[in-house]
């Protein structure tokens, strides 16, 4: 029995000017073996793949696997080269079934629907029978003609997206069953038409938290096959199907997967207000002035989330916190290489000025200079220590530890995720160094921090992620099928 696994992963932010390109993709990409000995034993979609095809003897064909974080577009050329590279492979490989990663929420300018692409393509190439498998992010965007040409169809059930592995399990599990039982299942996507902002995504915020638990104990009471993924999408992807969906799949066939799948869409679209609002947003002034009064004495830390920042490049807290003189404040993880190298050349104990952040758009707020002294510098890479993603390899390039004021900044040449203590541990500091911390993660962060952190506050800013949705000028989305945007629309007809 020979199992096929490849994948192709972005979440793309399509507003932002930085596309991905090929060189982008191919620097984070594994072939062949390469996959098996970066992937296996990680709590990543491939990891869960490996271990599952593992356990049950058969044998892996490794064929692509390419993995970005959230950034931009992809270009055109990334998503026909790598679909054709993968669509190719397996069909040469001529294996029994293929296990496919996807995101979800990867948009480029030349295609309606990328994931789609990259499915269909592959099953031009495999034929008719050989099945295929797909795992999703919690925050793709997909519809039932996304998955038109695949046999069955998985999602994360968390975010933070802790069971990713798990993800890859359900996914292998589902295919070893069809090929060593013959039991195709069917599999339904029905779209509840509701964008959320990624802050409340969150699967343990109320009421998204109930609708997931709920969606479990289906499951369990369920006596035939029966899975149910809850999707959130990703509403700063601009596509036709972006927002929530469910998907089923079903051992009892097509049409009771449809039918759950239309049961637990119609209860999300039930309750969209709460689930499109459930907590306070903040403004910056009003989050800096309650942190720095707030803060000081506490045994743990407050943490501002800088939400709507899309390329960890972000400034708004920075610069309110450089202003008000905040002491014990930490700004982890800034993107920023071109202040990481002038900081490396100037050598640690050295004191210049520097320009910081704000490089990716105008929207990424005050690209300012600061009086910097030099703590650190060099290059650095870390293995995942917390639970998401744990046991994946992260190369940060270059980095400068830098202090301004009371506000210590690390800078790092590579996009990296800012979700657990990892970002202090680099560099040889703890959490507890600090009474205040700016993090830009939407929701993977409170796998740590909700219980390291005192408080969290989240805050908006005028970035690529807001949290009001309909300040985005989409233009791929239908605006009238989805809330809030409809009920805008409505109240615009209607008039004062």
């Known amino acids: 029995m020979k199992i096929a696994i490849a994948g192709f992963h972005l979440e793309s932010a399509s507003f932002l000017p930085q596309e991905c390109s090929v060189a982008d993709f191919e620097a984070n990409t594994t072939r062949a073996a390469d996959i098996i000995q970066s992937y296996e034993t990680t709590n990543t979609v491939p990891g869960g793949f490996i271990k599952t095809c593992q356990e049950a003897g058969a044998e892996i064909i490794p064929l692509t696997y390419s993995y970005l974080g959230a950034l931009g577009p992809a270009t055109d050329a990334a998503i026909a080269g790598f679909a054709e590279e993968i669509a190719k492979a397996a069909a040469e490989a001529q294996p029994d079934g293929v296990l496919l990663h996807l995101h979800g929420a990867t948009w480029a300018p030349g295609y309606r629907d990328s994931e789609k692409h990259f499915i269909d393509e592959l099953r031009r190439r495999i034929g008719a029978v050989t099945p295929i498998v797909v795992c999703f992010d919690y925050h793709g965007n997909i519809d039932q003609d996304t998955v038109a040409n695949a046999d069955a169809a998985f999602a994360y059930h968390k975010s933070p997206h802790v069971d990713m592995a798990d993800t890859g399990r359900r996914g292998a599990e589902c295919l070893l069953r069809i090929l060593t039982r013959g039991e195709w299942p069917g599999l339904a996507v029905a779209k509840p038409g509701l964008i959320v902002p990624s802050i409340f995504s969150a699967t343990a915020l109320h009421p998204l938290a ?70 306070t947003v903040l403004d910056v002034a009003t989050a800096v002035d309650r942190a720095c009064a707030e803060a000081p004495g506490r045994d743990k830390p407050i943490v501002l989330l800088e939400h709507a920042d899309r390329m960890n490049d972000s400034t708004y807290l920075l610069a309110e916190l450089v202003q008000r003189d905040a002491q014990r404040a ?129 805050v908006d800013t005028p970035d690529h992620g807001p949290a009001d949705l309909t300040l985005i000028p989409y233009r791929n989305l239908d605006t009238t099928k989805v809330y809030p945007l409809n009920a805008l629309v409505q109240s615009r007809e209607v008039g004062p």
Not at 253 to 278: H, K, M, T, W
Not at 395 to 411: H, K, Q
Not at 415 to 444: M, N
């Open 330 to 458: 930490a700004v982890p993880f800034l993107w920023d290489s071109d202040a990481a190298m002038a900081a490396h050349r100037a050598g640690p104990g050295a004191r210049l000025t520097l320009e910081l952040g704000a490089w990716s758009s105008d929207k990424a707020g005050p690209r300012q200079s600061y009086e910097c002294d030099v703590l650190q510098t060099g290059a650095k890479s870390y293995r995942i220590s917390g639970a998401m993603l744990q046991g994946q390899k992260v190369d940060l390039g270059m980095t400068a530890l830098l202090r301004i004021g009371g506000v210590t900044v690390s800078v790092v040449s590579n996009f990296a995720f800012t979700v657990d203590e990892d970002v202090f541990k680099v560099f040889g500091q703890d959490i507890s160094d600090y009474d205040i911390i700016v993090l830009r993660s939407k929701t993977h962060f409170r796998q740590y921090y909700e219980t390291a952190a005192s408080q969290i506050f989240l």
């Open 210 to 279: 109930d609708i997931i638990f709920e969606a479990r104990e289906r499951e369990v009471d369920t006596e035939h096959y029966l899975d149910i993924s809850i999707m959130a999408g990703f509403s700063y992807a601009d596509s036709h199907n972006t927002g929530f969906a469910v998907v089923v799949v079903s051992g009892a066939g097509p049409e009771d997967a449809e039918a759950v799948a239309a049961e637990f869409s119609e209860n999300i679209q039930r309750q969209r207000a709460a689930l499109y609002r459930p907590e």
